[in-house]
C-alpha cells in the first residue's frame, strides 16, 4: 500500500514538473486546439504612439488563465506585459510597438487552472519573435477591429 502511494506521489511530481507545450507563433494569425491569436497594429499620430492589437481567443475548459511576457533574447531578461488574468473566451491584450525594440520576443502563456497561473505554470506557451511580418496596420478602429474578427476566424480553419 506504502509502496503504491508513493509510485502515485511520484508520477504526479513528475507529471507537475513537465515543462509547458512550446509553440512558434508565426504571421498574424495562429491557432491550436484552446487557443486563437490575431495581430495588428494601430497607428498612432507618430511611430513611438503605435500600439500592437493581439486578439487572444481561449476555450476557458481548457486555458481559462493567460500572461503576457516580452523577453529580451540575449539577456533572458522579461517585462511583464500581462499578469495572469482569467480569459473568460476573448481578450485584447495592447502592447506599445516600441517595447518590441528591447523586449522583441513575445510569449503568451496559458494555464489550465488558477492555481497554475498564480503558480507561473503555464501548460502552453506561444512565442513570437517580434510583431509578425504579417500583421497590417491600421489608421482606423472600426477596420482594425473587423480585421482582428475575420482573422480569428480564418485562424480556426
Known amino acids: 500500500m506504502k509502496a503504491s502511494l508513493l509510485a502515485l506521489l511520484l508520477a504526479t511530481a513528475a507529471l507537475a514538473a513537465e515543462p509547458p507545450r512550446e509553440m512558434h507563433g508565426s504571421g498574424d494569425g495562429f491557432a ?11 497607428r498612432g499620430a507618430s511611430e513611438a504612439a503605435a500600439t500592437v492589437i493581439v486578439r487572444v481567443a481561449t476555450d476557458p475548459a481548457i486555458f481559462p488563465w493567460m500572461s503576457v511576457v516580452g523577453v529580451d ?5 522579461e ?44 501548460s502552453l506557451v506561444v512565442f513570437y519573435h ?28
Open 32 to 42: 491550436t486546439p484552446g487557443v486563437a491569436l490575431a495581430w495588428a497594429v494601430q
Open 73 to 77: 533574447p540575449f539577456s533572458k531578461a
Open 79 to 122: 517585462l511583464p506585459r500581462l499578469a495572469a488574468t482569467k480569459v473568460d473566451n476573448v481578450l485584447d491584450v495592447q502592447l506599445p510597438r516600441a517595447q518590441f525594440a528591447d523586449y522583441p520576443n513575445t510569449e503568451f502563456r496559458f494555464y489550465a487552472s488558477e492555481p497554475d497561473a498564480r503558480a507561473a505554470a503555464p
Open 130 to 157: 517580434g510583431v509578425p511580418d504579417t500583421a497590417p496596420e491600421f489608421t482606423d478602429s472600426e477596420m482594425l477591429h473587423n480585421y482582428l474578427i475575420e482573422r480569428m476566424l480564418r485562424s480556426k480553419k
